[in-house]
């Protein structure tokens, strides 16, 4: 079992940033992180993913350029800075983790666990 805690979510304008974290209560057995996201009415969409053993990050086609994913293996935490936001970035960010090899970091369907969710909301 991997519990995970996201945190840093807020209300912000457009153009500010937030950072949010994710801490992981053991990494040994997590593959990847992912940051997944979920408006209201939506489906929950991917936004970012990296392996632990990796620095390779991979990102939404709507965040590149934006949002960054970086981890910190000492701390077992993943973070995802998000600048540039957008009112359409509004939305519950969750993280994410898997326990295997997976090819595919962008289905939510390839992670076992996930957060409560942090909510972001973003300001005209």
């Known amino acids: 079992q991997v519990h995970l805690v996201e945190s840093g979510g807020g209300l912000v304008q457009a153009g500010d940033s937030l950072r949010l974290s994710c801490a992981a209560s053991r990494t040994f057995s997590s593959y990847a992180m992912g940051w997944f996201r979920q408006a209201p009415g939506k489906e929950r969409e991917f936004v970012a993913a990296?392996?632990?053993?990796?620095?390779?990050?991979y990102y939404a086609d709507s965040v590149k350029g934006r949002f960054t994913i970086s981890r910190d293996n000492a701390k077992n935490t993943v973070y995802l800075q998000m600048n540039s936001l957008k009112p359409e970035d509004t939305a519950v960010y969750y993280c994410?983790?898997?326990?295997?090899?997976?090819?595919?970091?962008?289905?939510?369907?390839?992670?076992?666990?996930w957060g409560q969710g942090t909510q972001g909301t973003v300001s005209e």
């Open positions: 994410a983790t898997n326990t295997y090899y997976t090819a595919y970091l962008n289905n939510r369907n390839s992670y076992s666990y």
């Open positions: 990296i392996r632990w053993g990796s620095s390779t990050p």
